[in-house]
């Protein structure tokens, strides 16, 4: 029923999210370990392997009804180096907004633009990333707004994410997709505060999205963990001790508490580094027994490979979340292929989309949207 172009797509997580009513026209990730994984779950057609920035709109087919596109959010993220959409990585939105652009002014633009990103881009640069984003979608005569969506709502991983969706028909919009006001649920204050901080042109194409409370999640981290022998080997009884050394007294409490309850407890951990009193900075080990994982990451170094922390009574043990877990937190099934190696396959995940948040999106905006459009369109015809 639907088509569409998938911009920095990894794995194909927005794909796989979209489902079996939509067709892929075109796909694109400059990643040559991650298009060796979309083309073993996808196949090639369609897709190109290649910079951003050597894409052109021939290779873009027809007319699509949305362009789904997650640029990278290292330089956005509130633990990155501040450089924002001037960074190198996550200045690749340029080159694809370009794209944009051109695609337009050959009059075949996307039905409807998603942009997809870390919480971060609202506050990059005091918001004026954000509003270069808006600023750009406005002068290409689209209406937009935003929602911040965690993962957590579907899946047990703490992941929320900022999406901004633009509609180029904005006066064909079903009722029920949009309102007067923000929404405690999906416009948080900093989205609010952003909003205000735009410009008054961009003020004036700004859609309050609307969306409804999602079934409550029952799946909680104990339920992903796998037993199988391809998990990664549990931490020796020194590493363990190790691990539990790192933790704070307030870190240290909540696994006390989780050995009195007497039963299995899964908690994940992250290692941060911390400021003391003296000034000096301390590596932690952090815990939460709260049925979450923390959000994923990439991993660029030790730190950021996320260790679940197995309690049952007296027992403690320890080990890496391995990469079908992983796959699991971000909504993949379990025929997904992932890569062999352990760090590719973190990175894959890591880096991509929550795979139930890309299909409540199309499932409760995208979709009723574009057949209001399409019903539009055979009134006309």
Known sequence: MFTFYEFFAGGGMARAGLGENWTCLFANDFDHKKGRTYADNWGELGLKVADIGSVSTKDLPGRADLAWASFPCQDLSLAGAGAGLRGERSGTFWPFWRLMKAIKEEGRPPRTIILENVCGMLTSHGGKDFGAICDSLREIGYHFGAVVVDAAMFTPQSRPRLIIIAVRDAHLLPPNVQRCFPSESWHTQ????????????????????????????????????????????????????????????????????????????????????????????????????????????????????????VIDGNSVRARLISIRETARLMGLSEEYQLPKNYNEGYHLTGDGVAVPVVSFIARHLVEPILVKASENDCVAA
């Open 190 to 309: 900093t989205l609010v505060r952003a909003y205000k901080s735009l410009s008054e042109l961009s003020q004036n194409r700004w859609i309050w999205w609307d969306l409804p409370r999602p079934i409550a999640r029952v799946q909680t981290l104990a339920d992903i963990v796998d037993n199988s022998a391809d998990t990664p080997e549990w931490f020796t009884p020194e590493q363990v001790k190790s691990l539990l050394s790192m933790m704070s007294s307030v870190n240290r409490a909540k696994v006390t508490k989780a050995m009195r309850y007497g039963r299995r407890i899964v908690g994940s951990v992250y290692k941060r580094t911390r400021i003391c009193k003296d000034g000096k900075k301390l590596q932690r080990a952090e815990v939460r027994f709260d049925g979450l994982s923390g959000c994923l990451r990439t991993p660029a170094g030790g730190s950021s490979r996320q260790v679940l922390l």
